[in-house]
């Protein structure tokens, strides 16, 4: 089946012993797989890869969590919250506790994520091919940068780039768990050095990656990835190049309307990175679930998150396909989530215009092209006008906001730019996520946000 499967990898930790038992009664469960047995090839280490993967698109993490997260606390007027579940309803009104479910379910998905790849790395010797030995490492330092970099965005204060970045972000742990008894109780990182982690894993999979690797990450799939990266920490000059980097020799291209870009069965010719998604899968997309109306596999008839008038407005042009890429459901919502078991396009082409086109504009340079040609190119894919004059900065992020709505770029957004959610500052304490209250009172190494 072209799809990864959430496969559970069954670890057997603990021996089990009855008192006054003989060995006759000490039986192993027909499904028991030792530590050590789990760790000694490379079939059972692609199947630990493979769940990492799968765990990660989870409804919790890249399966709609972390969507939801972002565009609910980015909400400045937008977006509507209808749903009926607390955890939602307090991103929306930015009034997070740390008892919250969602919250708990980012961190510990995130962290499920992160041992798994690190169980991957640590037994990187049993792979005796050197290029299956390269393209695994790769692959599970893509999943834990990307991991740490988005853990890192929503646990701590805007990064700045003119500063140290001292205030706390989230514990990093490099070593794998597969012992209970060898738990640790880690303080947290700050957020400099969970930005290095994720630029230093990001670029071992850059290098260690294949050009092609099928579904899963590749070359380009880093390069892009790293790109985000460097433009949330006003590396211009590298997020730039890497955004170049991916536009030339990807081999990615633009679909031929805005449309083709979404609710797809496979992967589209402009996806570098989509998570895999099957009428078959034990997850549920939640970015269907949330954002749809029933008859497209909502939860209810009035989508959960419904799109207010003050997005519609954003738009300048109504022949633009992206002004119309709604649908009304008692009320409005986004045709990006309408298909229940279509592919979650995570990292697209349309992004690397963007990010070169910023970059660029900063650094008065036209690497690869100039600004408004990468602008210019996602206009005429939505049959939008083109600008014939020169465009400025203002310019350039509308156009991103109006290619990349309700994709989880909005409270990020508004943290990397200063921007205002609301009337909210942009480095204020509700805009982070609490620290959960089940990892608190479990570590008292852990240090609780401000505000909470």
Known sequence: MNNYRTIQTVIVLLSLSFWGCNDNLTIDPEQYL??????????????????????????????????????????????????????PAEFNEKAMLPDNGFVEDIWMNGYSVINQAN???ENLEVY???????????????????????????????????????????????????????????ARNTLDEVFNRVVTDLTDAYNKLPASNSFYANKYSAAALLARVYLDMGMYDKARDMA????????????????????????????????????????????????????????????????????????????????????????????????????????????????????????????????????????????????????????ILKERKRELAFEGFALFDAKRLGNEVGSIPHNANNLVLPIPQRETDANTNLVQNDGY
């Open 119 to 121: 169980i991957v790395i």
């Open 244 to 395: 170049d980097e991916v536009i030339r020799e990807s081999g990615a291209s633009l679909t031929g309307d805005f449309a083709g870009a979404f609710n797809n069965d496979s992967n589209s010719s402009e996806n570098l990175f989509a998570w895999q998604v099957t009428s078959q899968d034990v997850s549920i997309n939640d970015n269907n679930t949330f954002w749809a109306g029933r008859d497209f596999g909502g939860r209810s008839g009035n989508p959960d998150v419904s799109i207010e008038d003050q997005h519609l407005e954003i738009y300048d042009d109504p022949n633009d396909q992206r002004a119309n890429f709604f649908y009304q459901a008692r009320g409005m919502a986004t045709t990006k989530w309408k298909s229940q078991f279509g592919n979650i396009s995570f990292i697209r082409l349309a992004e690397m215009y963007l990010i070169r086109a910023e970059s660029n504009f900063r650094l008065s340079t036209s690497i690869g092209t100039t600004p408004i040609s990468d602008i210019n190119t996602l206009r005429m894919r939505s049959s939008a006008a083109t600008y014939l004059i020169a465009i400025d900065l203002e310019t």
């Open 128 to 186: 005796t091919d050197p290029d299956e030995k390269s393209t695994k490492e790769g692959e599970a330092k893509f999943l834990r940068g990307l991991i740490y970099f988005d853990l890192g965005r929503l646990f701590s204060k805007p990064f700045n780039a003119s500063a140290p970045n001292t205030q706390l972000a989230v514990p990093i742990t490099l070593a794998a768990v597969i012992d209970p008894y060898t738990l640790e109780s880690p």
């Open 34 to 87: 030792n530590t050590e047995k789990v760790i000694s090839t490379s079939e059972n280490l692609n199947k630990i890869l493979n769940n990492a993967y799968g765990t990660a698109r989870a409804s919790s993490s890249y399966g709609g969590g972390i969507n939801l997260a972002s565009e609910l606390i980015g909400n400045g007027g937008d977006l509507s919250w209808n749903g009926t579940y607390v955890g």
